[in-house]
């Protein structure tokens, strides 16, 4: 790869650990955010009772939300960590196809299939529990599914381009 293509690569690869990083530090404010207002309602009823008629919203409903977007948003900070490092891991080491980063794919890929089932599921108890009435229906969303096989392929190429990477370096 010519030094242009390389200080490109390293350049695109800065500015996206960077994004990633201001996407992660976001969402964890949002989760701080999150959890202080679940406590404060799991401590103090007459707060989440002022907060649901400000928003028009029952109780049972705040509380599902508010653990749901909790649960998700630790999703999301966790898969954007594992962008960061690989884009971080780029930008230092002027290549993608490390081993390192196959694996982090493929945790990517992992964390996305869990994710497909344990939020429906979780989702389908918490409004059984909260209202006993509902029938319990799971939602299961096949794009997270679909995103999880691509991301599962992308690090198995990576896992083969870093296999090739190590053979032509060994051949230098």
Known sequence: MGTDNLAKLQRTSGFVSTVSLLVMIIAT?????????LILCLIDAQILH????????SM????????LVFLSIIFVDTVMFFVYKIFKDIE?????FKKENSKRLMQISYLLIIYAIVIPVLSAIIVGYM???EDLQI?????FVAVAALF???????DYGAKLQQES????
Not at 29 to 37: E, G, H, M, P, R
Not at 169 to 172: A, F, I, S, V
């Open 29 to 37: 404010l949002v989760l701080i955010v999150s959890a202080i207002l």
């Open 50 to 57: 002022e907060i649901t008629e400000a928003a028009e919203i």
């Open 60 to 67: 049972n409903d705040l509380e599902i939300t508010l653990s």
């Open 92 to 96: 230092v080491s002027y290549t993608p």
């Open 131 to 133: 209202d006993l009435n």
């Open 139 to 143: 939602h299961f969303n096949p794009v």
């Open 152 to 158: 599962y392929c992308m690090s198995l190429v990576f």
């Open 169 to 172: 370096d060994e051949t230098l």
